[in-house]
């Protein structure tokens, strides 16, 4: 009989905030933290801005500075679909055919930010429509960010102009 010596957890399957109102969610968000990615590499000033296309899709423009806010500007265009009824989970393409997931996992009331998330949990944004979030604010995020695993430490702070 084998046995595992497995000593990583099982994560509980991660969720979504239960409804997306697309037409409150488009518009320009500003990056507030993220885990490390290849992508982003030495970005700051990043931001997202998300517009409806007619055929349902939307269109997505993410920016950023190349190391400092005098560095060089970078932008990638790319399009995402709504994968499920919630309009919660989505799919974004920079590169056809290659896909990611794109999950919204925690949301402002007024839409004020959004925490962006990857089932495996090996992404994660936190998104605001102002350059800068209350640190109350924050510090609420990361408490349901702890309680749904998400390693925390490993969150960069995005500057922002």
């Known amino acids: 009989m084998a046995s595992c010596a497995c ?6 399957p991660l969720e979504t905030v239960p409804y997306v109102d ?3 969610y488009i518009g320009v968000w500003y990056e507030i933290a993220r885990y490390p ?23 997505v423009l993410n920016e950023c500075y190349d190391r400092s806010f ?16 919630t309009s919660a989970k989505l799919k974004v393409s920079f590169f056809w055919p290659f ?16 925490v962006i998330g990857h089932p495996k949990r090996t992404y994660l944004w936190i998104l605001s429509r102002t350059k800068t979030m209350e640190g109350k604010v924050y510090e609420e995020i990361l ?3 702890k309680e749904r695993q ?4 490993k969150l960069i702070m995005t500057p922002q102009k």
């Open 99 to 114: 896909s990611g997931d794109y999950w919204i996992i925690d949301l402002g009331s007024d839409y004020e930010y959004a």
């Open 7 to 12: 000593t990583e957890k099982k994560m509980p």
């Open 150 to 153: 998400y390693e925390t430490a």
């Open 37 to 59: 990615n290849s992508f982003q590499e030495d970005c700051v000033g990043s931001r997202a801005t998300y517009s409806l296309r007619d055929d349902g899709k939307i269109s």
């Open 143 to 145: 408490s349901r960010l």
């Open 22 to 24: 697309l037409n409150r």
């Open 70 to 85: 005098d560095g060089r500007f970078r932008s990638a265009k790319g399009t995402a679909w709504i994968i499920d009824k």
